[in-house]
């Protein structure tokens, strides 16, 4: 770049954390600041956090989320079993394509670790030019699914925005 072209716009990033304790103060989330700065050291430009209850509003704050067009958009939290967790079901109907792969590397990290990765039911996949993750609620989970993304984010963020390097 010449010093008479402008600097890329930096790319943005969100974060939706789906937990009813956390949203309603009962709870100290901790998995947005691990989140935060994971995103800060790949060069985004993150928004505050969002904190949600499971359930509904999480594709209501998704919706809000996606009309301000970040490049990407982690979800923490609603991925398990428990009736109101249904961060996946309010994710999907929002994308245009799913990447089953990224999901499936998520699990398989988290499963060298604990079994309980296996229960995990987060998607991955494109709305627009977003790119949406649902993460596990624990900041281990979430440790081990930041891992997986470590080498792919910049090449997913690039294929988003046009490019087509393999």
């Given at each position: ?27 100290e989330d901790l998995t947005a600041p691990v989140v935060t700065d ?96 649902n993460l596990p609620g624990s900041p281990r989970g979430v440790m ?23």
């Open positions: 770049m010449s010093a008479c072209e402008p600097a890329p716009a930096p790319r943005t990033a969100a974060i939706l954390i789906a937990s009813t304790r956390a949203a309603t103060g009962q709870y994971w995103l800060v050291e790949h060069n985004f430009e993150v928004s505050t956090p969002v904190i949600v209850p499971d359930g509904t509003p999480v594709g209501q704050a998704l919706r809000a989320l996606l009309v301000l067009e970040p490049r990407v958009i982690i979800t923490s939290g609603g991925t398990g079993l428990a009736p109101d967790d249904k961060t996946p079901e309010m994710t999907r109907p929002l994308l245009d394509k799913e990447v089953p792969g990224i999901a499936e590397a998520i699990r398989a990290a988290g499963l060298s670790k604990t079994p309980f990765a296996s229960l995990s039911r987060g998607i991955a996949g494109v709305s627009g030019r977003t790119f949406v993750v081990d699914a930041l891992t997986v993304l470590d080498p792919l984010i910049g090449h997913i963020c690039e294929q988003i925005e046009g490019g087509h390097g393999h």
